[in-house]
């Protein structure tokens, strides 16, 4: 089992940046893949970043990609996602997940097998 806990959301301008968080806590020791999806209202979840347990191979959104880095702590239970450039199309909850792979990153929400509750970035025009 594991707990993910999100944080960095928040109310920014556009053209502003957040640092978003996510620790994962497991109840064994793991590899596993970690991504960033996000859900604005009305809309479908879409997937925005992840990144491989060791941190060398990342896949990003088209929409993101030049923007946001995704990154992983020394300890490998923390991602980081930092967002530039924010645009209100931006706006939305935004959930990190953990895969238990030792591949690359998928970009498909049905792959990732823990969720965290999410945190609420909004971007006003």
């Known amino acids: 089992q594991a707990q993910l806990v999100e944080s960095g959301g928040g109310l920014v301008q556009a053209g502003g940046s957040l640092r978003l968080s996510c620790t994962a806590s497991l109840r064994t020791l793991s590899i596993y893949a970690m991504g960033w999806f996000r859900q604005a209202p009305g809309k479908e979840r879409e997937f925005v970043a992840a990144?491989?347990?060791?941190?060398?191979?990342?896949r990003y959104a088209d929409s993101v990609k030049g923007r946001f880095t995704i990154s992983r702590g020394n300890a490998r239970n923390t991602v980081y996602l930092q967002m530039n450039s924010l645009k209100p199309e931006d706006t939305a909850v935004y959930c990190c997940?953990?895969?238990?792979?030792?591949?690359?990153?998928?970009?498909?929400?049905?792959?990732?097998?823990?969720w965290g509750q999410g945190t609420q970035v909004t971007v006003s025009s």
């Open positions: 990144i491989s347990w060791s941190g060398d191979s990342t």
């Open positions: 997940a953990v895969d238990f792979t030792r591949g690359p990153p998928s970009t498909l929400g049905p792959e990732y097998d823990y």
